[in-house]
């Protein structure tokens, strides 16, 4: 199984980024995409998720310091999972990392059974 995230890099306060991540060697639709973060010095923190229960049937979460700024989506068709970040602010900065969990939604992350590299996010003030 491979993550593949891409899309970091430095914008300004109030600025957006869209990150995207790959999935490769796993029954893509049958699992819940995570995006975490860790910024320095702190713990992993879940950021959103998003599952499918068929046809159009999308179910989105997302931690309250994101709501209303993240949306996730996600194709099921391309295996790729994307978060598009909007009004950004520096709290925001950290290194964000996809990953995979089957079936049932967590905001563990060591629930996780899968995942990525990494891209970086830096926001300026």
């Known amino acids: 199984v491979q993550l593949q995230a891409s899309g970091g890099g430095l914008v300004q306060a109030g600025g957006s980024l869209r990150l995207s991540c790959a999935a490769s060697?796993?029954?893509?639709?049958?699992?819940?995409m995570g995006w975490f973060r860790q910024a320095p010095g702190k713990e992993r923190e879940f950021v959103a998720a998003i599952s499918w229960s068929g046809g159009s049937t999308y179910y989105a979460y997302y931690a309250d310091s994101v709501k209303g700024r993240f949306t996730i989506s996600r194709d099921n068709a391309k295996n790729t999972v994307t978060l598009q970040m909007n009004n950004l602010k520096p709290e925001d900065t950290a290194i964000y990392y996809c990953?995979?969990?089957?079936?049932?939604?967590?905001?563990?992350?060591?629930?996780?059974?899968?995942w990525g590299q990494g891209t970086q996010v830096t926001v300026s003030s």
């Open positions: 990953a995979a969990r089957k079936f049932a939604y967590s905001d563990s992350a060591l629930r996780y059974d899968y």
């Open positions: 060697g796993l029954s893509f639709s049958t699992y819940v």
